[in-house]
């Protein structure tokens, strides 16, 4: 049962680019990068390493919280192709358990999980042509083991979306010179290119089409009712490459 508590937790100062939100919790890669709410990890692969995404929960309160992590949905795969570790290893999940199943991990104020080896890694290659994807949602628990609830001036939880296809490793754009993201209704691109974007729906219906120049731009996503679509990027040589986001 989900339960609002009232937390007088004195959040840390942390910058976070282009977001006045404030979290009581963020999830770094293993570089120390903050990804965003509801990033899309992208693979091509069903291989050790490539394959494998380790991460690090940070505590951003100044006491110390308690998490655990829902598998929220999954598709094209029936979960047992995932082996997911946070605080215990799991070869195989369940959609709509969280993890661990019968504990909680806890994280001191400004630090991450004291657990080493904590990742995603999907072993699953599917039916060959549908990807494999996966919804995992981190949030804050008390003692008790209830959900504690995010408030108007802090948000407890945070989502993470592990998607995989044979095809994206097809793509010939380097997609490291685009960085996206969603933020207010709005998509955010910096680009180091002069590209084109079609918005596609998961039928091919193009819901929009843009000009995007190389360094900042900004697209207003509020008349999208679809909450998945795909952005398809192409540079001036006809380079291409696709990506699916998640609108929140």
Same mark, same amino acid.
């Given at each position: 049962?989900?339960?609002?508590?009232?937390?007088?937790?004195?959040?840390?100062?942390?910058?976070?680019l282009f977001s006045q939100?404030?979290?009581?919790?963020?999830?770094?890669?293993?570089?120390?990068?903050?990804?965003?709410?509801?990033?899309?990890?992208?693979?091509?692969?069903?291989?050790?390493?490539?394959?494998?995404?380790?991460?690090?929960?940070?505590? !951003?309160?100044?006491?110390?919280?308690?998490?655990?992590?829902?598998?929220?949905?999954?598709?094209?795969?029936?979960?047992?192709?995932?082996?997911?570790?946070?605080?215990?290893?799991?070869?195989?999940?369940?959609?709509?358990?969280?993890?661990? !199943?019968?504990?909680?991990?806890?994280?001191?104020?400004?630090?991450?999980?004291?657990?080493?080896?904590?990742?995603?890694?999907n072993q699953d290659p599917?039916?060959?042509?549908?990807?494999?994807?996966?919804?995992?949602?981190?949030?804050?628990?008390?003692?008790?083991?209830?959900?504690?609830?995010?408030?108007?001036?802090?948000?407890?939880?945070?989502?993470?979306?592990?998607?995989?296809?044979?095809? !994206?490793?097809?793509?010939?754009?380097?997609?490291?010179?685009?960085?996206?993201?969603?933020?207010?209704?709005?998509?955010?691109?910096?680009?180091?290119?002069?590209?084109?974007?079609?918005?596609?729906?998961?039928?091919?219906?193009?819901?929009?089409?843009?000009?995007?120049?190389?360094?900042?731009?900004?697209?207003?996503?509020?008349?999208?009712?679809?909450?998945?679509?795909?952005?398809?990027?192409?540079?001036?040589?006809?380079?291409?490459?696709?990506?699916?986001?998640?609108?929140?």
């Amino acid at each position: 049962m989900k339960k609002s508590i009232l937390l007088f937790i004195t959040l840390i100062n942390y910058s976070n680019l282009f977001s006045q939100v404030e979290n009581a919790f963020v999830i770094e890669n293993s570089q120390g990068s903050v990804l965003a709410d509801n990033e899309i990890l992208e693979f091509s692969s069903v291989e050790y390493d490539d394959a494998s995404y380790n991460f690090y929960v940070r505590n !951003l309160t100044s006491d110390e919280i308690l998490l655990k992590a829902e598998v929220v949905s999954f598709t094209g795969t029936d979960g047992s192709g995932m082996e997911f570790c946070f605080g215990e290893c799991y070869f195989g999940v369940i959609e709509g358990y969280s993890y661990p !199943l019968a504990a909680s991990v806890s994280v001191q104020p400004g630090q991450t999980q004291t657990s080493n080896g904590d990742h995603f890694f999907n072993q699953d290659p599917g039916d060959g042509s549908t990807p494999v994807e996966y919804t995992f949602r981190f949030y804050m628990v008390d003692q008790n083991g209830d959900e504690v609830v995010s408030q108007a001036e802090l948000q407890t939880d945070f989502s993470i979306n592990y998607y995989y296809s044979a095809s !994206l490793g097809l793509n010939n754009l380097d997609g490291s010179k685009i960085i996206y993201f969603t933020l207010n209704n709005k998509l955010i691109i910096n680009s180091q290119l002069n590209l084109s974007l079609k918005i596609y729906d998961f039928s091919g219906k193009i819901l929009s089409e843009n000009s995007i120049m190389s360094g900042y731009n900004s697209i207003d996503l509020m008349n999208l009712s679809e909450k998945h679509v795909i952005l398809t990027f192409e540079s001036e040589g006809s380079q291409i490459i696709s990506k699916k986001i998640l609108i929140p």
